[in-house]
């Protein structure tokens, strides 16, 4: 070797190759121990070794990183000290290429025990974060992948609703299932058209492979069979537990935000249920719990009724079963706040709060009494019930119409031949017309009040409006000139017709009514015997309506014509004619 010049700077000191030819007979080979003398002979060749690699005290990065290539490598050396010196001598900008893959990275690391190379998955976003970390060993290679080269190499497709990286993910030998459960991240979680579902992994996963261009479906589960070898392009579909179990659900009812049912598990306590139904109310009763248990007997369903106090199951964690119906009781005594709102002309004006028993004079009597304006004839008063009420009658209305224009359609015309029919078409246009005017209506629930003599208990959301003084009369529908005229005391209906230029030709005068300020209606009759009983008051509103001229089909006129009578009123007391205009 001194002849030679002596040993390279990356030459092997230990171990040498000696060719050797034995009595010209055959050539041998052997290793020789380059620290031990050796006798040479003629022909001889040796060959000096290069430093085994394995022996590098050193690490290597590769891929999508600026600087591909061999590391120093020191006892302790971990993931984060790595990149962290990387940053600190290069600066973050020049340790990473574009387009990297953050979530997903791996070490290649020889198993000298196994003979065999091990894949260790990690998160690059996690390691560079200080989240978590790994240790080194000498020689590991660590790989940084491009997005764009997870979709050109063999992959892995990974599915599923409870994924939160869901997508395609590299490939490599040897990989099993661990090692995906290792960088997989699961959601808890989903929104759903709005509404939040909660998520629970389940065990178990299904993994589609092509065997021989036909699909195999395998199922195995994620813990027990975490060493099952992944194959190359495998897509791997990870469960929600309710997508592989039958839900378990429990009712919950009463002081609670969201009374309903619930899916729950085999951990699921009141308390839990409680949380998933939003939460107690404050006016939970926690001396008092009920939950009806359903259980199965000799084939009969039986149930049992548990009863304890709240506050002892909240306290002992106390277990729901499946079908438990759990109520949740009110405190006794304790009601919502209820309200009245009171407006117009009073001297303090506003909402109000009441209770059981309050009336209506005692309301006014908060309020501060009347202002010296008040129209105590045209107060309007609103109930919530009534006004259900109406929205149902409104509604049984418009059947009833409906059901008339196809009943008058299907019936057969007259003997009158073109003046039956076009009496027919006159009369189911006149149908569809009220249908659509109907539609518009918005019912308010007004109660016909004389606050001079009415007493009477208030109701929640109950509204009163006094308005000012009305020193006017409404004449409207088939007069020459509808109109509103100042009142006059002492004048007629007639005085007000003619004031208004008369009736038209056609005007129903058989039918006149007149709605008083208060919503009260009543109809007025021509005839000079009764015309002067009549008294108009300030505030009303006569009414004219048009006269349906039929000779067929009378019963469906007589129909219309009560119909448009409840509309016109309904409408002047609403404050919002429509017809007439």
Do not use: C
């Amino acid at each position: 070797m001194n002849f030679a010049g002596g040993l390279k700077a990356g030459a092997s000191n230990t171990i040498a190759k000696l060719e050797r030819l034995d009595n010209n007979k055959k050539r041998v080979v052997f290793d020789i121990d380059l620290s031990k003398n050796i006798n040479l002979f003629d022909g001889d060749k040796i060959t000096i070794m290069p430093i085994n690699i394995k022996n590098s005290e050193s690490v290597y990065l590769y891929g999508n990183i600026v600087r591909n290539g061999e590391r120093g490598y020191k006892n302790g050396m971990t993931l984060y000290s790595l990149f962290q010196w990387e940053i600190k001598m290069n600066g973050i900008n020049n340790l990473l290429l574009k387009n990297s893959e953050l979530d997903y990275a791996v070490i290649k690391r020889y198993n000298f025990k196994k003979f065999e190379d091990e894949i260790i998955t990690f998160s690059l976003q996690d390691i560079l974060s200080g989240k978590k970390d790994i240790n080194l060993e000498k020689s590991d290679e660590i790989y940084i992948f491009n997005r764009a080269e997870l979709k050109e190499n063999p992959y892995i497709y990974l599915t599923g609703k409870v994924l939160s990286n869901p997508g395609k993910y590299q490939y490599f030998k040897n990989m099993k299932l661990k090692d995906i459960r290792s960088f997989t991240k699961f959601k808890s979680e989903n929104l759903n058209s709005g509404e939040r579902l909660y998520l629970q992994v389940s065990d178990d996963i299904k993994i589609m492979r092509n065997v021989r261009n036909n699909a195999e479906i395998l199922f195995f589960n994620m813990w027990r069979d975490e060493n099952v070898t992944i194959q190359q392009f495998d897509e791997i579909t990870f469960f929600d537990k309710l997508e592989r179990e039958v839900p378990q659900k429990a009712f919950i009812r009463g002081e609670v935000l969201n009374n309903g049912n619930y899916l729950i598990d085999n951990s699921t306590d009141i308390n839990k249920l409680i949380k998933l139904a939003g939460g107690l109310t404050k006016s939970a009763y926690y001396e008092n719990f009920e939950v009806i248990r359903y259980r199965v007997e000799n084939g009969e369903r039986k149930y049992q009724i548990i009863k304890m106090a709240l506050s002892e199951a909240i306290k002992t964690n106390f277990k729901i079963e499946e079908f438990d119906e759990v109520t949740i009781f009110r405190i006794p005594n304790w009601n919502d706040q209820e309200t009245v709102l009171i407006s117009g002309e009073v001297k303090f004006p506003g909402r109000y709060v009441i209770q059981r028993g309050d009336n209506l004079q005692d309301l006014i009597t908060r309020a501060g009494g009347y202002l010296s304006t008040a129209f105590l004839d045209g107060a309007i008063f609103t109930r919530k019930s009534i006004q259900q009420q109406q929205e149902q009658r409104l509604k049984e209305s418009i059947r009833k119409l409906k059901q008339d224009s196809i009943y008058l359609l299907s019936m057969p015309s007259t003997s009158d031949g073109e003046n039956s029919i076009s009496e027919k078409t006159m009369l189911v246009k006149m149908l569809d017309s009220l249908v659509m005017e109907l539609t518009d209506f918005k019912p308010n629930g007004r109660i016909s009040v004389n606050l001079k003599d009415s007493n009477f208990s208030l109701e929640n959301g109950d509204e009163l409006y006094i308005p000012t003084v009305n020193e006017s009369v409404v004449v409207i529908g088939e007069v020459l000139n509808p109109t509103t005229f100042f009142y006059l005391k002492g004048s007629s209906v007639s005085d007000y017709l003619d004031k208004a230029g008369g009736l038209s030709h056609k005007a129903d005068e058989d039918n006149i009514y007149i709605v008083h300020a208060n919503g009260e209606a009543e109809t007025y009759n021509s005839s000079w015997l009764f015309e002067n009983s009549k008294e108009i008051k300030t505030g009303d509103t006569i009414i004219v309506p048009m006269k349906i001229y039929t000779s067929s089909y009378l019963a469906f006129s007589k129909d219309i014509s009560q119909v448009i009578y409840q509309l016109a009123v309904t409408a002047v007391s609403f404050k919002t004619i429509g017809i007439f205009k």
